[in-house]
Structure formats: C-alpha cells, structure tokens
C-alpha cells in the first residue's frame, strides 16, 4: 500500500475496518500487534492531513504560481 | 419647384414644431436599454432599442436623463431593484419626445417604473433557471460529493477584494490550526466583464481538476448592486458543469442568484464559506478522534479477554501440571531436547539401512526365491526318506508290547501278546 497516495477518506475507512475485524473477533491475536500498528499509522496519517504541512502540495501551488494567473 | 428651396435650420424648425404640436408632453415607454454612459457631469445618456423576437433590431433611440433627474431616479431604481441601470436591462421610463435643430430626435427620460424591470429579471432568471433544468445541468454540481477533507482550496475573487481577505484570515488564522491550502485566480466580480472574468478562472482550474478539492466563488466588500452577473446563464452553466464542487460566497442578502442555486452549497459571505471548510475539517478531527479512542478501547478489550483466556487455561493446567512434572522442569526439558537428537539421529540412520535393504533386496530377490526353492526340494527329498511308511514298505517292521513300541527283547518275558506293525496292517502274536 502507498501511504503517499492514500487519502484522507481512504485512511479512515482503513482504519474502521481493522477496528471492526478486532470488534467482531475475525482477528487472530497474532495479527492483533501489526494491525495496532497499521492503525495508529493511519490515525497519524489523518492528523498529519487536518494540521500538517506537505511539501508536495506547496510546491505544485509554488510551480502553478510560476505559470502565471493571466 | 413651386416654392423657394428651404434652409437646413427652417426644415428641421418645421419637424420640431410638428413633433412639440402633435406629440403629448409624456408617454410610459418599454424599452431595452443596448448602451449606457454617465458622463462627467452626471448626465445620462442611453440607446434604447425594441427587438424582433428572432433578435433583429426593430427600433432604435437615443435617450437622456439629465443629471438633475439621474441623481434622484437611481437611486430609487437601485433601492427596488438591487441592481443600476445596465445595458441588456428592460425598463419601463416615462420619456417626452424632442428634436432639436442640431442634436436631432431622441427622448428625454423623466421617470422609471423598476418594479416593470424588477419583473422582467424575474421573468429572464426564471427562464434560465427552466433553460438549465430542461437541459439537465441545473443539479449536476449538488449531485458531487463533497471531499470529507477540502483541503485545497481554488479561490476566484477579486485579489483586492476585503472579503478575499476576510477568507483568508479566517482560514489561515483558525483556532484549531488545520492547515489549508488556497490559491487564488483572480477574476472581476461585478460588471460586465465578470461573466467572462469568472468563466476563464473556471477554465484555468479546470485543468488542475485533479489537484484541487473544492472552488469557492466569493465577493464581498462591494456594492449590493451590480450583481446581475450571476444571474448570468453561461457562469450558471459552467459552474453546473464543473467537475469539483462549488461554493459560493457572493453576499446577496435578499434573493438568492442562479450562481447560488446552481452552486453545490451556497453560503452568505465569504466568511461564512471559511466557517464551512473549517466546520469540514472540524467534523473530521473528530472523527478522527473518534477513531483514536474507540480503537484504543477496543485492543484493551481484546487484550483483556486474550489475558483473562490464558488465566483460566492455567487454572485447568495447573494441577496436572502439578500431577506430572518433575519440579526440575529445567533438567525435563533439556532430557526432552536431547531425546528429540537421539530420535532424530537414530530415525535418519535407520532410515540409511532400509534404504540399502530395498535395493538388495531388488537386485538378489529372484536368487533369493531361487535358492529356497531348492532347499524345500532337498527337505521334500529328506522327508521322504524319513517317512515311517516308506520305511516299512521295504520291509521292516515295528513291535509294539503294552502300545509302546519295543526296542529290546529283555524287555519281555514268555507268553505275552505282542502286536507286529507291517506295511499292510498289524500282526498280534504271543511270545513263546
């Protein structure tokens, strides 16, 4: 999976259905530390989209700036 | 020629007295207005035309409302209508009818009646909001999903405009530090040329459709007038068609524009559209911490029941453990250890010797069945030469005293009967 690529909305619905996997006991404990992990990724991914900087976005907005509005 | 040729100034002396002698001194005329100057002094001068239904021009005047009368009728139009003078405007004036000697024919307006106006914008919105339906545009932007996060931001204002940089306080200064990101394409908002202004913005976001989330339209800080510009079909249309969602901020604060209706969320002001996109992210942020608690919860949980399955599967093993085990569970497993090396040598050497058995046995079988069959051949021939039968065949004979068979003659006296076991029966006789 390419975390670069994976949206705001994407993370969310990834991290709801792990969360329901461990709910409903479909999880084995085994898998139960990876997805922890997995999930608190994605959870900080999304934070990282509401407050966060990227550097991708400011320099595509810096480069359309180049081209000019007229 | 019956009468002396006639001066320029006497002819058109003669149409003017003509006109001022036959005409009334007012009428209520309906007119659109095709062009429109105020000039330095404050005169107003218009060209009001009559159109065939097909678009041909059927009549053409020059028309004037002179300062004096200007400063008190546009006002009183704008009040009403919400709109100044423009032209492609229908209205409906009160005009007397001069001609001067020099500056020839045209009318001189006294009065307006907006209301007349107000209703044909009505009735012009009305028949572009039916045109938009009938076409089947009118909910396309509404039928977009909203991004759950807009966090690029196209923006199409006026760049000197206070209610861009009321948008953009607010965003960038809200007080939960979300970060946004916008970028401006600068268009006129008002006038004329905003049809055309706000339509290439449009274009030129268009083909970064993929890099922004959302397009807000805001206006603000203007006058309440001058907005008929979207109540525009081509805007209306575009904004329709675009492909990401389209919020409008423009600050009509009585009826709504056809920009408004067709937008996918319309909004007051400007700042009402920052209020919007912050609550978005707001929405989100909770969400997000929604997530964050319930999943915590929700391992512990797990975790607790893996823990508390372990503690009564100890339970239940405790006391056999107890039962079977050596208290040196240490020394138990390094026995195992070195038990489980043993098996395994021992299997991988046995396993060594049958495989040489299998292929011995492949290559000697046939000897092998060979040479037991001509040891059963030299027991049959063994046997034969032992059997008891043969043997008394030939001629000899077995002496039986008392149903033992008799090896010694000592072992009897006289007179006693022995039985005599030849080939072919038994012979008894007594012994003398």
């Given at each position: 999976?390419?975390?670069?690529?994976?949206?705001?909305?994407?993370?969310?619905?990834?991290?709801?259905?792990?969360?329901?996997?461990?709910?409903?006991?479909?999880?084995?404990?085994?898998?139960?530390?990876?997805?922890?992990?997995?999930?608190?990724?994605?959870?900080?991914?999304?934070?990282?989209?509401?407050?966060?900087?990227?550097?991708?976005?400011?320099?595509?907005?810096?480069?359309?700036?180049?081209?000019?509005?007229? | 020629?019956?009468?002396q040729p006639l001066s320029l100034h006497e002819l058109l002396d003669q149409v003017k007295s003509v006109v001022k002698n036959n005409m009334?001194?007012?009428?209520?005329?309906?007119?659109?207005?095709?062009?429109?100057?105020?000039?330095?002094?404050?005169?107003c001068y218009l060209e009001l035309i009559e159109k065939e239904p097909a678009g041909a021009i059927k009549a053409k005047a020059r028309a004037?409302?002179?300062?004096?009368?200007?400063?008190?009728?546009?006002?009183?139009?704008?009040?009403?209508?919400?709109?100044?003078?423009?032209?492609?405007?229908?209205?409906?004036?009160?005009?007397?009818?001069?001609?001067?000697?020099?500056?020839?024919?045209?009318?001189?307006?006294?009065?307006?009646?907006?209301?007349?106006?107000?209703?044909?914008?009505?009735?012009?919105?009305?028949?572009?909001?039916?045109?938009?339906?009938?076409?089947?545009?009118?909910?396309?932007?509404?039928?977009?999903?909203?991004?759950?996060?807009?966090?690029?931001?196209?923006?199409?204002?006026?760049?000197?405009?206070?209610?861009?940089?009321?948008?953009?306080?607010?965003?960038?200064?809200?007080?939960?530090?979300?970060?946004?990101?916008?970028?401006?394409?600068?268009?006129?908002?008002?006038?004329?040329?905003?049809?055309?202004?706000?339509?290439?913005?449009?274009?030129?976001?268009?083909?970064?459709?993929?890099?922004?989330?959302?397009?807000?339209?805001?206006?603000?800080?203007?006058?309440?007038?001058?907005?008929?510009?979207?109540?525009?079909?081509?805007?209306?249309?575009?904004?329709?068609?675009?492909?990401?969602?389209?919020?409008?901020?423009?600050?009509?604060?009585?009826?709504?524009?056809?920009?408004?209706?067709?937008?996918?969320?319309k909004l007051k002001t400007p700042t009402a559209v920052a209020e919007f996109l912050i609550g978005m992210f707001h929405e989100a942020d909770?969400?997000?911490?929604?997530?964050?608690?319930?999943?915590?919860?929700?391992?512990?949980?797990?975790?607790?029941?893996?823990?508390?399955?372990?503690?009564?599967?100890?339970?239940?093993?405790?006391?056999?453990?107890?039962?079977?085990?050596?208290?040196?569970?240490?020394?138990?497993?390094?026995?195992?250890?070195?038990?489980?090396?043993?098996?395994?040598?021992?299997?991988?050497?046995?396993?060594?010797?049958?495989?040489?058995?299998?292929?011995?046995?492949?290559?000697?079988?046939?000897?092998?069945?060979?040479?037991?069959?001509?040891?059963?051949?030299?027991?049959?021939?063994?046997?034969?030469?032992?059997?008891?039968?043969?043997?008394?065949?030939?001629?000899?004979?077995?002496?039986?005293?008392?149903?033992?068979?008799?090896?010694?003659?000592?072992?009897?006296?006289?007179?006693?009967?022995?039985?005599?076991?030849?080939?072919?029966?038994?012979?008894?006789?007594?012994?003398?």
């Amino acid at each position: 999976m390419n975390k670069k690529a994976l949206s705001y909305t994407e993370a969310v619905s990834n991290i709801e259905e792990i969360l329901h996997q461990i709910e409903t006991g479909e999880m084995d404990i085994d898998e139960l530390a990876s997805k922890v992990k997995q999930a608190s990724e994605l959870l900080k991914l999304c934070k990282g989209k509401l407050f966060e900087t990227e550097k991708e976005i400011e320099k595509i907005l810096k480069e359309m700036e180049g081209t000019g509005n007229d | 020629m019956e009468n002396q040729p006639l001066s320029l100034h006497e002819l058109l002396d003669q149409v003017k007295s003509v006109v001022k002698n036959n005409m009334s001194s007012g009428y209520w005329l309906v007119a659109e207005i095709s062009e429109l100057k105020i000039n330095y002094s404050g005169h107003c001068y218009l060209e009001l035309i009559e159109k065939e239904p097909a678009g041909a021009i059927k009549a053409k005047a020059r028309a004037t409302i002179w300062a004096s009368v200007f400063r008190m009728l546009q006002p009183y139009f704008e009040t009403t209508t919400r709109t100044s003078l423009s032209a492609g405007m229908k209205v409906m004036v009160r005009v007397s009818v001069e001609f001067h000697e020099v500056y020839g024919f045209s009318l001189n307006i006294t009065d307006i009646e907006p209301s007349f106006t107000l209703g044909e914008m009505a009735k012009q919105k009305q028949e572009i909001i039916n045109r938009l339906i009938s076409e089947g545009v009118f909910e396309m932007n509404k039928a977009l999903v909203l991004p759950t996060l807009p966090r690029k931001v196209a923006v199409i204002s006026s760049g000197t405009a206070a209610g861009y940089g009321d948008f953009e306080n607010q965003l960038s200064n809200n007080p939960y530090g979300y970060k946004f990101y916008t970028k401006l394409f600068p268009a006129v908002m008002q006038g004329e040329e905003a049809e055309a202004s706000i339509i290439a913005a449009l274009d030129k976001i268009y083909e970064k459709d993929d890099f922004f989330d959302i397009v807000v339209i805001i206006r603000g800080g203007g006058s309440q007038s001058e907005l008929s510009c979207f109540n525009n079909y081509w805007l209306a249309y575009n904004i329709c068609q675009f492909p990401l969602p389209v919020l409008t901020g423009i600050g009509h604060e009585q009826d709504e524009s056809i920009a408004d209706m067709v937008a996918h969320t319309k909004l007051k002001t400007p700042t009402a559209v920052a209020e919007f996109l912050i609550g978005m992210f707001h929405e989100a942020d909770n969400t997000v911490n929604q997530l964050s608690l319930a999943f915590t919860e929700t391992v512990t949980d797990r975790v607790e029941e893996e823990k508390a399955r372990l503690y009564r599967i100890w339970l239940l093993l405790k006391p056999v453990i107890k039962e079977n085990l050596s208290d040196n569970a240490g020394s138990l497993r390094m026995q195992g250890v070195r038990l489980q090396g043993c098996v395994e040598r021992r299997i991988l050497k046995e396993s060594g010797v049958l495989n040489r058995w299998v292929d011995r046995v492949g290559e000697d079988s046939r000897k092998l069945i060979n040479r037991m069959i001509h040891a059963l051949e030299i027991l049959e021939q063994k046997t034969q030469y032992l059997d008891p039968f043969i043997i008394l065949k030939r001629g000899y004979s077995v002496t039986y005293y008392n149903g033992k068979a008799l090896k010694d003659p000592a072992a009897i006296a006289g007179n006693e009967i022995i039985e005599t076991r030849l080939a072919e029966g038994m012979l008894k006789s007594k012994t003398i």
